[in-house]
Nanobody, 120 residues
């Protein structure tokens, strides 16, 4: 059983900052790519950022230069530092991870989501 637990969402004014955290726990052999996705009301879930176990990152164009993703491999934790937030960043943010349950078994897992609301 694998759990991804997110924290750090909330309400912030435009221009402000928030930091999201997501910790993977359970019967984990290892964690490959970790990332953040978001879903605004009436819209499809979209990629925000990903980071591989080696530290390579990928960002959506809409957040480049404002958001930064990082991870702590020892803690199986991924972070999303969000700066210069805009009202259009308002969404439920979901953590995602490719978790290895053994050397040959992996599972893609999602967190429960955390709400980020940016007011103008």
């Amino acid at each position: 059983q694998v759990q991804l637990v997110e924290s750090g969402g909330g309400l912030v004014q435009a221009g402000g900052s928030l930091r999201l955290s997501c910790a993977a726990s359970g019967s984990i052999f290892g964690v490959s790519t970790m990332g953040w996705y978001r879903q605004a009301p009436g819209k499809q879930r979209e990629l925000v950022a990903t980071v591989t176990s080696g530290g390579s990152t990928n960002y959506a164009d809409s957040v480049k230069g404002r958001f930064s993703i990082s991870r702590d491999n020892a803690r199986n934790t991924v972070y999303l530092q969000m700066n210069s937030l805009k009202p259009e960043d308002t969404a439920v943010y979901y953590c995602n991870a490719d978790v290895f349950l053994s050397i040959i078994r992996s599972r893609n897992s999602w967190g429960q989501g955390t709400q980020v609301t940016v007011t103008s």
